[in-house]
């Protein structure tokens, strides 16, 4: 274990990378398609090694700042490991480039779940199932970052609550994670901590599909893409599982996972006391849901009156738990549609109903989760000063309650998750700009960037009009989407802080 704790944590995820590329190899041989057995079998032996002489090479080494090295090794994870799962992919393909191969991996570990192979039977099962693992491994890694890198710098969504609002990107709080245990002995103590409770959940979940009628296949790679937020199916989604509305309901319950960290990181953040009913987080996800829900009912309601239809039953619970379960899949970013969704927009009366599910996924999870999008502390801290200064207008010498930490979220809080926000749009434009320069139509290029910056790759199946594929789109399109990906999971505020000069210091 002191030699674990000796190497780089890159090293480690090449390690862990490698080893995982056994599990489709496994399934491969048992389907008796030993081709795709050997690629991955081979694949995670070359690796191996390669990861051996890697460690050889680095064991022992000390970083001059623990906060530039961490924030450098998540830059290497999401820009170097899926270069390394797409060889095995890639070999295993049938007529597949590397480059495709190497834009596969990245949404799968960025757990954007956005594919270049919309026919699902196009790929082999077990390369379905490298995907779903790839992705499963993002959202694990960052269950890892967030609590051992982003929590203790006062990033990813972190800064809202901090003591220093805005100051804490750019002052002490670097120094704090430098003189704290040594890097590796914290990403150990949390990864031993986290990574049970993250396969045990995936697992509860494997088992409740199958009870309820899914293939176990399937039923496996829909739970770790619920766990991890990917959205990844090897038959396009929950739409066609075979586990009907029971499944569905049990994914919705999984759901939580990726609205709160309190479901399942309490006490790691000094929040041991807090409840989950009272969590912001939780009760303007619950508003959100509900909300979108009831404008949607809302809209057929109406329209149903003027068209004199007659509704069921049937058809009524159809349209609120498609409603309900879509517009929380898209919020918590995962992506996957309800078997009932169809009747819900055609109920709604919409002719463009996915522009409420753009919506969500702009605003995503929670923090400390899975989910991407701009994460649903900040937005709540942005309502609450909204609030405020709408009640100032009213009475200008008032005074607001809610204690110290509702004060610092209304002013520290807002003011730094509005610098996010304008940072979140100038990567909209951004990645906008670039796209149309490769002769992108606008609204192809409006629904792909969100896509990929709130890592909801679904998006583009349901947001437009008609489906927008991305096997379309030309390889420098791929290439500006994959980095949007990248810069998603990551967040606009991790790059800032990697230029920041106070992390270069000693």
Same mark, same amino acid.
């Given at each position: 274990?002191?030699?674990?704790?000796?190497?780089?944590?890159?090293?480690?995820?090449?390690?862990?990378?490698?080893?995982?590329?056994?599990?489709?190899?496994?399934?491969?041989?048992?389907?008796?398609?030993?081709?795709?057995?050997?690629?991955?079998?081979?694949?995670?032996? +070359?690796?191996?090694?390669?990861?051996?002489?890697?460690?050889?090479?680095?064991?022992?080494?000390?970083?001059?700042?623990?906060?530039?090295?961490?924030?450098?090794?998540?830059?290497?994870?999401?820009?170097?490991?899926?270069?390394?799962?797409?060889?095995?992919?890639?070999?295993?393909?049938?007529?597949?480039?590397?480059?495709?191969?190497?834009?596969?991996?990245?949404?799968?570990?960025?757990?954007?779940?956005?594919? +270049?192979?919309?026919?699902?039977?196009?790929?082999?099962?077990?390369?379905?199932?490298?995907?779903?693992?790839?992705?499963?491994?993002?959202?694990?890694?960052?269950?890892?970052?967030? @609590?051992?890198?982003?929590?203790?710098?006062?990033?990813?969504?972190?800064?809202?609550?901090?003591?220093?609002?805005?100051?804490?990107?750019?002052?002490?709080?670097?120094?704090?994670?430098?003189?704290?245990?040594?890097?590796?002995?914290?990403?150990?103590?949390?990864?031993?901590?986290?990574?049970?409770?993250?396969?045990?959940?995936?697992?509860?979940?494997?088992?409740?599909? @199958?009870?309820?009628?899914?293939?176990?296949?399937? !039923?496996?790679?829909?739970?770790?893409?619920?766990?991890?937020?990917?959205?990844?199916?090897?038959?396009?989604?929950?739409?066609?599982?075979?586990?009907?509305?029971?499944?569905?309901?049990?994914?919705?319950?999984?759901?939580?996972?990726?609205?709160?960290?309190?479901?399942?990181?309490?006490?790691?953040?000094?929040?041991?006391?807090?409840?989950?009913?009272?969590?912001?987080?939780?009760?303007?996800?619950?508003?959100?849901?509900?909300?979108?829900?009831?404008?949607?009912?809302?809209?057929?309601?109406?329209?149903?009156?003027?068209?004199?239809?007659?509704?069921?039953?049937?058809?009524?619970?159809?349209?609120?738990?498609?409603?309900?379960?879509?517009?929380?899949?898209?919020?918590?970013?995962?992506?996957?549609?309800?078997?009932?969704?169809?009747?819900?927009?055609?109920?709604?009366?919409?002719?463009?109903?996915?522009?409420? +599910?753009?919506?969500?996924?702009?605003?995503?999870?929670?923090?400390?989760?899975?989910?991407?999008?701009?994460?649903?502390?900040?937005?709540?801290?942005?309502?609450?000063?909204?609030?405020?200064?709408?009640?100032?207008?009213?009475?200008?010498?008032?005074?607001?309650?809610?204690?110290?930490?509702?004060?610092?979220?209304?002013?520290?809080?807002?003011?730094?998750?509005?610098?996010?926000?304008?940072?979140?749009?100038?990567?909209? !434009?951004?990645?906008?700009? +670039?796209?149309?320069?490769?002769?992108?139509?606008?609204?192809?290029?409006? @629904?792909?960037?969100?896509?990929?910056?709130?890592?909801?790759?679904?998006?583009?199946? @349901?947001?437009?009009?008609?489906?927008?594929?991305?096997?379309?789109?030309?390889?420098?399109?791929?290439?500006?989407?994959?980095?949007?990906?990248?810069?998603?999971?990551?967040?606009?505020?991790?790059?800032?802080?990697?230029?920041?000069?106070?992390?270069?210091?000693?």
């Amino acid at each position: 274990m002191d030699r674990l704790k000796s190497l780089p944590f890159f090293v480690l995820l090449m390690g862990i990378g490698a080893l995982a590329m056994l599990l489709p190899a496994l399934h491969a041989w048992v389907l008796r398609d030993f081709t795709t057995m050997r690629a991955f079998f081979y694949g995670a032996v +070359l690796f191996s090694l390669l990861t051996v002489l890697v460690a050889l090479a680095t064991s022992g080494t000390r970083p001059r700042s623990a906060a530039r090295s961490q924030l450098l090794t998540l830059f290497l994870a999401f820009g170097l490991l899926p270069v390394m799962f797409a060889v095995p992919f890639q070999e295993a393909g049938r007529n597949m480039t590397f480059f495709d191969a190497w834009f596969e991996m990245v949404s799968s570990f960025t757990t954007t779940g956005a594919t +270049l192979f919309e026919n699902a039977g196009r790929l082999q099962p077990s390369l379905h199932l490298w995907r779903a693992t790839v992705g499963w491994l993002g959202g694990l890694l960052a269950w890892i970052m967030a @609590v051992a890198i982003f929590a203790p710098m006062n990033l990813g969504g972190f800064e809202v609550r901090a003591a220093g609002g805005s100051a804490s990107i750019t002052s002490g709080s670097y120094r704090q994670v430098g003189q704290a245990a040594q890097v590796q002995d914290r990403l150990f103590r949390h990864a031993a901590t986290l990574a049970p409770i993250y396969a045990a959940l995936t697992f509860a979940l494997w088992i409740g599909l @199958v009870i309820f009628g899914e293939v176990p296949y399937i !039923a496996l790679c829909h739970a770790m893409s619920v766990l991890s937020t990917s959205g990844i199916s090897p038959i396009g989604g929950l739409y066609y599982a075979s586990s009907g509305v029971w499944g569905e309901a049990l994914v919705f319950c999984f759901f939580i996972f990726a609205l709160s960290r309190l479901t399942f990181s309490r006490g790691m953040f000094g929040d041991s006391d807090a409840r989950l009913i009272r969590d912001p987080e939780m009760r303007l996800a619950v508003g959100l849901v509900l909300g979108t829900t009831v404008l949607l009912f809302a809209r057929h309601y109406i329209g149903s009156l003027e068209e004199g239809t007659q509704t069921t039953w049937m058809g009524l619970f159809g349209s609120i738990w498609g409603s309900i379960f879509t517009v929380t899949s898209f919020l918590t970013t995962t992506g996957f549609e309800s078997h009932y969704w169809d009747g819900a927009t055609r109920w709604s009366g919409l002719e463009t109903p996915g522009l409420f +599910l753009v919506g969500m996924a702009l605003i995503g999870g929670g923090v400390a989760t899975t989910a991407g999008g701009v994460k649903l502390l900040r937005v709540y801290a942005l309502a609450r000063h909204s609030e405020r200064e709408l009640e100032r207008l009213l009475h200008p010498s008032s005074v607001a309650g809610g204690g110290r930490e509702a004060r610092m979220i209304r002013r520290q809080g807002a003011y730094v998750s509005w610098i996010f926000f304008m940072l979140f749009a100038l990567s909209v !434009a951004g990645t906008m700009i +670039l796209m149309s320069l490769t002769g992108v139509q606008f609204e192809t290029t409006m @629904v792909l960037t969100v896509a990929s910056l709130s890592t909801t790759g679904p998006l583009a199946v @349901v947001a437009a009009e008609a489906p927008i594929s991305f096997a379309g789109l030309p390889d420098t399109a791929k290439a500006i989407l994959a980095a949007a990906m990248v810069l998603g999971r990551l967040e606009t505020l991790a790059i800032v802080a990697l230029f920041n000069p106070e992390i270069w210091r000693k």
